[in-house]
T-cell receptor
Framework: EAGVTQFPSHSVIEKGQTVTLRCDPISGHDNLYWYRRVMGKEIKFLLHFVKESKQDESGMPNNRFLAERTGGTYSTLKVQPAELEDSGVYFC?????????????FGPGTRLTVL | AQSVSQHNHHVILSEAASLELGCNYSYGGTVNLFWYVQYPGQHLQLLLKYFSGDPLVKGIKGFEAEFIKSKFSFNLRKPSVQWSDTAEYFCAVNAWGGSYIPTFGRGTSLIVHP
């Protein structure tokens, strides 16, 4: 069974440009999560989808970030326009059901560098 | 809101040395506790977890962690590390009755010299 995949693995862009990150969860997983880790700091929650609906987007830093999950399958996270402080590793995770007893499976992350 | 503190950010050991990584959390209610590991070039993966019951939890690859409720701690241990344990280790907590979104610590980078 394929795990969570993310594309691209690395992205280097200039301040002011737009970048779109993609996450493909494990097939059949209704729950999809986005996290971000800024260099040397905590992995921070961004948002949670249940199928195509945003269940919790309390961690989204500001309105330059837009996440979508049309059709409840893959998800995209767009940053527009990118700023220097958006640099970091963006992780996606999926789980079959929500709740504390359910393991989230993580993707390899996308390393975003904003110059 | 809960928070997680990992005291050691960088640990360097020789093979066969014993390992203990500290993790403390702040939250007054019932929690689930996790340790995740990210090997170089690989995905973040679950090492072990505690939900209830025996506070000494055994995980994969010989790792274990002990939940000490009175100390709000969930330290990770391994009696004898191997070069292949070189990785970054993250402690995480989520709260019962809340969103179940885990709160992560800053991570500990472990380097094991052969």
């Amino acid at each position: 069974e394929a795990g969570v995949t993310q594309f691209p693995s690395h992205s280097v862009i200039e301040k002011g440009q737009t970048v779109t990150l993609r996450c493909d969860p494990i097939s059949g997983h209704d729950n999809l999560y986005w996290y971000r880790r800024v260099m040397g700091k905590e992995i921070k929650f961004l948002l949670h989808f249940v199928k195509e609906s945003k269940q919790d987007e309390s961690g989204m830093p500001n309105n330059r970030f837009l996440a979508e999950r049309t059709g409840g399958t893959y998800s995209t996270l767009k940053v527009q326009p990118a700023e220097l402080e958006d640099s970091g590793v963006y992780f996606c995770a999926s789980s079959q059901v929500a709740g504390g007893h359910n393991e989230q499976f993580f993707g390899p992350g996308t390393r975003l560098t904003v110059l | 809101a809960q928070s997680v503190s990992q005291h050691n950010h960088h640990v360097i050991l020789s093979e066969a040395a014993s390992l203990e990584l500290g993790c403390n959390y702040s939250y007054g209610g019932t929690v689930n506790l996790f340790w995740y590991v990210q090997y170089p070039g690989q995905h973040l993966q679950l090492l072990l977890k505690y939900f209830s019951g025996d506070p000494l939890v055994k995980g994969i690859k010989g790792f274990e962690a002990e939940f000490i409720k009175s100390k709000f701690s969930f330290n990770l241990r391994k009696p004898s590390v191997q070069w292949s344990d070189t990785a970054e280790y993250f402690c995480a907590v989520n709260a019962w009755g809340g969103s179940y979104i885990p709160t992560f610590g800053r991570g500990t980078s472990l380097i094991v010299h052969p």
